[in-house]
């Protein structure tokens, strides 16, 4: 069964760093284009990077030069590393293939997400 499972999150201080991990199960991970996302308190789910299967990244302007996102297809997982951290990036934060999120027996899926904090 499709399954994507977030990790890395934590607390960090302003300034500091962290680097999440998605690792996916039964969706094809190397044909797929692949996104991070932030939640943040009180907000809509958005889009902050994004990897095509073949590498080609793109970012967010909030996160851009303060993040990387890479991919291990051997791993079936895709990365997001992120400096410099602003009280802005807290969210919960999920990734997805892209364009299209997964969808199980015809429902939108994501995962449980990991959780960013970052404390001024």
């Known amino acids: 069964q499709a399954q994507l499972v977030e990790s890395g999150g934590g607390l960090v201080q302003v300034g500091g760093s962290l680097r999440l991990a998605c690792r996916g199960a039964?969706?094809?991970?190397?044909?797929?284009?692949m996104g991070w996302y932030r939640q943040a308190p009180g907000k809509q789910r958005e889009l902050v990077a994004s990897?095509?299967?073949?590498?080609?990244?793109n970012y967010v302007d909030s996160v851009k030069d303060r993040s990387i996102i890479s991919r291990d297809n051997a791993e079936n997982t895709v990365y997001l590393q992120m400096f410099s951290l602003k009280p802005e990036d807290t969210g919960v934060y999920y990734c997805?293939?892209?364009?299209?999120?997964?969808?199980?027996?015809?429902?939108?899926?994501w995962g449980q997400g990991t959780q960013v904090t970052v404390s001024s």
């Open positions: 997805n293939t892209r364009p299209s999120t997964l969808r199980i027996n015809g429902r939108e899926y």
């Open positions: 039964g969706i094809g991970f190397r044909g797929n284009d």
């Open positions: 990897i095509t299967s073949i590498g080609t990244t």
